[in-house]
């Protein structure tokens, strides 16, 4: 059975810094295509990154230059270090585990809170 634990969420004041990570098991983590989406209140989900397992990246705009997503295939863990947070980075973040080759094969973390104010 496959199980996602996100960590990591939190407050934090405008400009701060959070480490977000999720961590799978029971599965083979290299067969997945893991990205970090967010819902903020009154909004949509959306996509903020996403790594393959050969490690390409993608970034909404929005979020360029001020996060990170990466990788720990022997840890089986994602991260998103995310800096100079801004309160419209205010959503509940979740990870999302995609399988590469087999299409809607896919399983969710239960969210964390990111909260950003002063």
């Known amino acids: 059975q496959v199980q996602l634990v996100e960590s990591g969420g939190g407050s934090v004041q405008p400009g701060g810094s959070l480490r977000l990570s999720c961590a799978a098991s029971?599965?083979?983590?290299?067969?997945?295509?893991v990205g970090w989406y967010r819902r903020a209140p009154g909004k949509q989900r959306e996509l903020v990154a996403n790594?393959?397992?050969?490690?390409?990246?993608y970034y909404v705009d929005s979020v360029k230059g001020r996060f990170i997503i990466s990788r720990d295939n022997a840890k089986n863990t994602v991260s998103l270090q995310m800096n100079s947070l801004k309160p419209e980075d205010t959503a509940v973040y979740y990870c999302?585990?995609?399988?590469?080759?087999?299409?809607?094969?896919?399983?969710w973390g239960q969210g964390t809170q990111v909260t950003v104010s002063s």
């Open positions: 790594i393959t397992p050969g490690g390409s990246t």
């Open positions: 029971g599965t083979i983590f290299s067969w997945y295509r």
């Open positions: 999302k585990f995609a399988h590469i080759t087999v299409v809607g094969r896919e399983y």
